[in-house]
């Protein structure tokens, strides 16, 4: 009884000393990458900073350097009292403030008007919410924010919608049964709860997206699908990092029960996530990362949450045969390297499956699930102040992503979760961004290659593409390769003008034009548009597909 006590009293003692200076682990709400301050800090050699891991751990960035003086860098702020109106321009729009609490909130909206010259549509946009951030105490920080949207979109993304039946990265469409109408209402909530119980540790439970990866891109998991539930433990001690995740997503193409109203109650999957990384010498940084998903209830009954991935330290593909193998494993590697003291080497590998002689045989197994990554970025390129350049290439083989079924494959709420256009595609991005004072110029050129399946009834040929389509769809075992089927190329080119007024919430107008053109041997789709904008841009929404 005794030694019990001793073991007892000395465990109090050992997490007192952890707890001693600790810190709630703020996240950074930037992750729109046009109006993103930080990137040109955490890019920096010797800084240990885990890039990889977003969104990005403000209190390391807050150890780095003054956040404010990268927020209003280079802009005029008035001194003194703030009051009502200067808020709105300048500040936090209200915020309250003492030793043990802190709260902010700021408003969310993006009005604005555009004009597709092609089929003639007036597009608009009516975004309206508020998100909240704060602290309580020394150890638990929060987020949380809401929007409601009407819209109209441009041909492509209208589209999108009616087929998938959901707003890219925004939720399910409410008319998406009325064909008479292009007027699209869709809402999103998001927020998380951040504990740290231990200096090097934390807790965060949440409803919202994450991002794997160093790129425009992620062919691991991206913040391209709809908002989620999870639970993630990360632990940061010295030069490693390591993240373990569970969370939860939906099928829309199955539905369990009709309610009233034609409302669906959609089937259930769960994934488990491992994520570790290592920040090796000052510049190199190689990370792992290993995703399984599972069905709530398959065709043995009910499954629900799978107790054997619940193990926060053990590898995934051993346990999943354990259990039959009917489950669908995503690893991959994650890569980065500094070169010179603003610009990076990054890189990702992904793969669904792996057979030694299957893959170097040269016969284009069907299952020969990969793909990779390779793309640089410099900040401040050419010796200029906030010009920023970022190009890389994606590539991936048919059927990676997909599974025996839909409700197993890497995907939530009728969207990928890792790159948007799925797989059986090449494409090459290149990103510039300027910033003088307030005005941020900003432009983007896609192309893409990919296969499109030719059509999508029960019996038709998958070429590999659509992720939401079954593996047995395919025509035979081997000869598979990028670019089967109907193949397809996209251009993209993107370019905007924004005027930054308050840097607290990315409050700014913008004026800007996009031009994409969809061809293949059946049909071709253009796209050209002029839009103006008042919008808060805190988070990335991805167009570019």
């Not at 008319?175 to 807790?203: E, L, R, V």
């Not at 949440?206 to 990866?213: E, L, Q, R």
């Not at 607290?504 to 293949?520: Q, T």
């Amino acid at each position: 009884m005794m030694k019990i006590k001793k073991i007892a009293s000395l465990t109090i003692v050992l997490f007192s000393i952890l707890c001693i200076n600790i810190k709630a682990q703020k996240i950074s709400y930037y992750n729109n990458e046009v109006f993103n301050p930080y990137n040109q800090v955490v890019y920096k050699p010797g800084t240990n900073f885990h890039t990889s891991v977003r969104p990005l751990n403000l209190n390391k960035i807050e150890g780095l350097t003054n956040t404010d003086s990268l927020l209003y860098d280079g802009l005029k702020v008035p001194s003194g009292h703030l009051n009502f109106w200067k808020r709105i321009f300048h500040d936090d729009l209200l915020k309250w403030e003492d030793k043990e609490v802190s709260i902010k909130i700021n408003p969310l909206f993006d009005i604005g008007v555009g004009k597709e010259t092609v089929d003639g549509t007036t597009t608009w946009n009516n975004t309206r919410g508020l998100f909240i951030e704060g602290t309580f105490g020394k150890n638990f920080y929060f987020y949380t924010d809401f929007v409601e949207n009407q819209s109209v979109f441009p041909n492509y993304i209208d589209d999108f919608v009616r087929e998938r039946k959901v707003v890219p990265g925004q939720g399910k469409n409410k008319n998406f049964d009325n064909q008479n109408t292009n007027t699209h209402d869709y809402s999103q909530a998001t927020g998380f709860i951040s504990y740290n119980p231990a200096k090097w540790f934390n807790i965060q439970l949440g409803n919202g997206k994450n991002f794997i990866g160093d790129g425009h891109r992620s062919l691991l998991l991206s913040d391209n699908s709809f908002s989620y539930p999870y639970l993630k433990f990360s632990v940061d001690f010295n030069k490693v990092h390591y993240m373990v995740m569970w969370a939860q997503h939906r099928d829309l193409n199955n539905i369990s029960k009709v309610l009233e109203d034609n409302d669906a109650r959609y089937l259930d999957k769960y994934s488990a996530s491992h994520y570790l990384t290592f920040n090796i010498g000052n510049r190199l940084s190689l990370g792992l990362f290993e995703s399984v998903i599972w069905a709530a209830e398959d065709v043995m009954g009910h499954r629900g949450f799978e107790l054997a991935y619940l193990n926060p330290i053990i590898f995934f593909r051993p346990v999943e045969y354990s259990l039959g193998s009917p489950d669908n494993m995503t690893m991959g590697l994650n890569a980065k390297y500094i070169v010179g003291n603003n610009s990076a080497v990054y890189g990702q590998f992904v793969m669904g499956e792996f057979k030694f002689d299957e893959v170097f045989s040269g016969n284009k197994w069907w299952a020969n699930k990969q793909g990779f990554q390779l793309g640089f970025k410099s900040f401040n390129i050419f010796g200029i102040n906030k010009l920023d350049f970022q190009t890389e290439y994606n590539q991936v083989r048919p059927y990676t992503y997909s599974h025996r079924e839909t409700i197993t494959n890497y995907a939530h709420y009728n969207q990928e979760l890792a790159h948007p256009l799925g797989a059986n595609f090449r494409e090459s991005v290149t990103k510039i961004k300027y910033q003088h004072k307030r005005f941020i110029f900003n432009a983007e050129l896609l192309g893409a290659m990919y296969g499109k399946d030719y059509g999508k009834g029960e019996d038709d040929i998958s070429y590999g593409k659509d992720i939401f389509r079954d593996n047995d769809l395919r025509d035979g075992d081997y000869g598979h390769t990028i670019g089967q089927g109907l193949k397809t190329n996209l251009l993209y080119l993107d370019g905007s003008v924004s005027y930054l007024i308050n840097p607290r919430n990315n409050f700014n107008i913008a004026l800007g034009g996009r031009y994409r053109k969809e061809s293949n041997d059946v049909s071709t789709q253009n796209t050209k548009m002029l839009w103006f904008a008042v919008r808060t841009s805190i988070k990335s929404i991805y167009t570019d597909f």
